[in-house]
């Protein structure tokens, strides 16, 4: 395996990684990234309103239930008041009416709070709905930016992969395994030049052991033991 043609396949796909990176780090792809970040904690936001008015809405019924319960008692009671004789059955009677309308007060302040609750999960669940369509909106323009970035580029890459594949013929398969991955790994470039002053990997600075040179000399490859990188000597 001929050094050099490691470097020319080197060389050129770090030009293709400048292109991946410029895409990866353009304004459009920011946006398109925080549009859906955003519009997925709306969603979830919108069906947490959702959920909790549902909630509201049973509770809602069940004291409106019990408020027209203790209401018509309360209209019974008033309808027969009149027909009581003795004055311990009236007094009785009015007590238990009290009684009633302090429990119907009570309904009715909790039915406010509710009711207001409602309201309240109703407006923020409309906010949510119009940052999701604002997101989508947000969504479409970045992605189509997006994509006139790749059309600019499109040219440049297919120039660019042809050569990467007619190199990649001359290079064993288990040497482009390893490039890949340490390229996965962003640790580009994947080979670095032997730092001869320092006797370090020119990638991340690492020391090498002294062994590192006189196995470098060879014209042998070595893995950085920090970075993993590939060190080459010319
Ligand atoms: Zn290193």
Known sequence: MELQKILDYQKVDLQIYKL???LKNSAAAKAYA???????????????CVRDAEEVTVLIDRYRQNYDKI?????????????FEE????????KKIEQYK????????????????LNECSSKGKSCLNAVIKCN????????????LKKEMQSKVVVLMKSLAELKQTLPAEFLVKYSEIRKNH?????VAFNESKKSCNGCGMDLPSSASSELVAGKLIDCPNCGRIIYKI
């Not at 925080?34 to 947490?48: C, G, L, P, V, Y």
């Not at 019974?76 to 008041?81: F, K, P, R, S």
């Not at 004055?87 to 009015?94: A, T, V």
């Open 20 to 22: 991946e990176n410029e």
């Open 34 to 48: 925080n549009a859906n970040i955003s519009r997925k904690s709306n969603t979830e936001d919108a069906q947490k």
């Open 71 to 83: 209401a018509s008692e309360i209209l019974g009671i008033a309808d027969v008041l009149d027909t």
């Open 87 to 94: 004055p311990k059955e009236i007094d009785m009677f009015e």
């Open 102 to 117: 302090k429990e119907l007060q009570s309904i009715e302040r909790e039915m406010t709070r509710l009711s207001n609750k």
């Open 137 to 148: 909106k947000d969504i479409a323009v970045s992605k189509s930016q997006i994509e006139n």
């Open 187 to 191: 640790k580009m470039p994947v080979l």
